[in-house]
Nanobody, 117 residues
Framework: QVQLVESGGGLVQAGGSLTLSCAAS????????MGWDRQAPGKQRELVAR???????TYANSVKGRFTISRDNAKKTVTLQMNSLKPEDTAVYYC???????????WGQGTQVTVSS
């Protein structure tokens, strides 16, 4: 059973930075796709960033140039560095793991990010 535990959310002023971290219990972490989704009140959950096992990254247009996703396979962690935060970045952020062998997706419990104007 895969477990994902996020940390690092909080309240920050517009223009500030936050770093989100996710620790995974997967035994095949280095082969898993990792990423972050977010869901704002009244909106659908959306992709924020993805990082493939080989390190290729994908970002939502709204966060390109401001957010950076990275992974540490030895520590089984994925990190989302968020800079130049905007009020519209306010959401619950979820860590996501994709097991390519089974096509199963797993999410963490979520961490709240609030950006004040």
């Amino acid at each position: 059973q895969v477990q994902l535990v996020e940390s690092g959310g909080g309240l920050v002023q517009a223009g500030g930075s936050l770093t989100l971290s996710c620790a995974a219990s997967s035994n095949t972490f280095s082969f898993n796709g990792m990423g972050w989704d977010r869901q704002a009140p009244g909106k659908q959950r959306e992709l924020v960033a993805r990082i493939r096992p080989g390190g290729i990254t994908t970002y939502a247009n709204s966060v390109k140039g401001r957010f950076t996703i990275s992974r540490d396979n030895a520590k089984k962690t994925v990190t989302l560095q968020m800079n130049s935060l905007k009020p519209e970045d306010t959401a619950v952020y979820y860590c996501k793991l994709t097991d390519w062998s089974t096509r199963d997706d797993y999410w963490g419990q979520g961490t709240q990010v609030t950006v004040s104007s």
